[in-house]
Each structure stands twice: as structure tokens, then as C-alpha cells.
């Protein structure tokens, strides 16, 4: 038992070591990428419309601000996220061709519904 506790407290700082080494490049980078703001609200997405550069990687920081359950869809885009009350999220997005990619809240349809637009 000595050893397997000797043996834990010797790897667990590598371990963390590692880990840290793996996934903090990945935080940076993220940190690098355009980023815009989608609101839900109680079935009404704000702004309607998302404009973004084509060919780029982009993040949608993601916000439930209503008092309902909400959930960004797209099938155009591939992306599902579900958002209790309150929460706050993202979903990366990649690198896009131009034209327009339907969104909507699958919770408070048909009106929940909105774009993002991929222009050159």
C-alpha cells in the first residue's frame, strides 16, 4: 500500500504537468479566434443575423438569458447545444464557405430562428 501511495504521489504532478502541456495550446488558440455573442432569450435569438468572415474559425459564445430551457440547433452547421436557464456556453464553429447557415432554439419554434452569413 506504501508503494502504489508513493508510486500516486509521484505521478500526479507529471500527470498535471502533461495535461497542462496538451491542453493549454489548444486555450490559447481558442483565445486567437473571432468570437461573437447569440443572445436566447425566451424564444427570441439576438441578432437575428451573424456576420462572419468565410474561410475562418470562429466561436459563438452562446447565452441563455430567458427563464426557459433553450437549445442552439443548426444542421447546416452540424452543431446542437442545450442551455438551461442562465448558462452561458460556445460552440466552435469551422472554417466556413460563403453564403447563409440557418440557426434556431429547437425549444421555441417556429419563430426561434436566425443566419449566420459567411461572406468573402
Known sequence: MRLSRRLYA???????????????????LATDMPS?????????????????KAGEKFIIQLHNAGNTPAEFESNSLRKEKVLAPGVKSFVVIHPLRAGSYDYFDDFHLPDARGQVVAAE
Open 36 to 52: 461573437y455573442d447569440l443572445t436566447l432569450k425566451n424564444g427570441t435569438l439576438t441578432p437575428k443575423v451573424l456576420k462572419v
Open 10 to 28: 509521484l505521478l500526479s504532478p507529471v500527470l498535471l504537468l502533461v495535461l497542462s502541456a496538451v491542453l493549454l495550446p489548444n486555450t490559447a
